[in-house]
């Protein structure tokens, strides 16, 4: 289970930290970090040709179990779900 508070997203065993929109892009850029540690695991960024957030490891050497892995997954889903949420919204309002 996740639990947010302002920028910051915790799992049991990860850290989310929202960077907002980074280097020119126009969604946000999450990173991952283990509790504790100061080297970040990897980042959450939109992948445009899937339409939805997706994680990328920092290095070839992270290591995740089932918990963190769902937790990453859990919120990945509900980044994609509220962004299309405010592209579906914005549509709309230009209609009018």
Known sequence: MLTRNGNRTEGRYIEIQN??????????????WAKGEDMPLGSITWFSRWRKYAFTAASDKVTLEEICMGDISQFIVEETKAHMATVKAMKSILKS
């Open 19 to 32: 960077y907002g929109p980074l280097d020119g892009k126009k969604t946000n850029t999450y990173w991952v």
